[in-house]
């Protein structure tokens, strides 16, 4: 018995969509706009509780060190931590970071950094300073903005690691 609808053309029709989708995924994730966001459940509570969590291949492991190095004076703020915990947060940060396994994405982001330099702050970048150049001063005072560090309120899917315009 013949079927009304030869399932050949419908299978090699779904298996070139499946591809398609799988490719422009891949491109999307391999765009310049992409840092893989933090998976690390200690890392989402406690940096988490604070402030948006930003991908370890934003900065290199020297700066992760240091920040975590010093975290009774993280900016402004007393965020000391339990010693053990440090090192495990400290452990995930650096072994994502820009400079390790992270750098398939952040190597972009800190390109032009001075091998000696460890930047703490992902706003000080030369990157990100040339991709938010245009942005009004009166922009990053908005009540919704506040701060250059506020990501989501620019890029809504920024924690889940896409910094696209949207």
């Known amino acids: 018995m013949k079927t009304k609808f030869p399932l050949r053309p419908i299978l090699v ?5 499946t591809a398609s989708a799988l490719l422009w995924t891949e491109a999307v994730a391999d ?3 992409f840092f893989p966001p933090v998976t ?8 988490g509780s ?15 060190q240091k920040m975590m190095g010093d975290l009774g004076k993280h900016f402004g703020d007393d ?28 190597g972009k982001l ?13 706003t000080e970048l030369p990157k990100w300073q040339r991709e938010h150049r245009e942005v009004p001063a009166w922009e990053w005072r908005h009540k919704e903005v506040r701060s250059k560090a ?15 315009d949207d």
């Not at 029709?13 to 969509?17: D, R, S, V």
């Not at 604070?50 to 992760?64: E, G, I, K, Q, V």
């Not at 800190?110 to 992902?122: E, F, H, W």
């Not at 990501?151 to 696209?164: L, M, N």
């Open 13 to 17: 029709a779904g298996l070139a969509l």
């Open 31 to 33: 765009g310049k706009h």
């Open 40 to 47: 690390d459940t200690k890392v989402v509570a406690e940096c």
């Open 50 to 64: 604070c402030h948006m969590t930003f991908s370890p291949a934003m900065l290199p492991a020297r700066s992760w």
């Open 79 to 106: 965020a000391s931590i339990d010693p053990q915990l440090n090192a495990e947060i400290t452990a995930y940060l650096v072994n994502n970071a820009a400079d390790a396994n992270g750098g398939r994405y952040g």
């Open 110 to 122: 800190t390109r032009g950094i001075a091998a000696t330099s460890a930047p703490l702050r992902i």
């Open 150 to 164: 506020n990501c989501v309120a620019c890029h809504v899917d920024a924690e889940r690691g896409y910094y696209d």
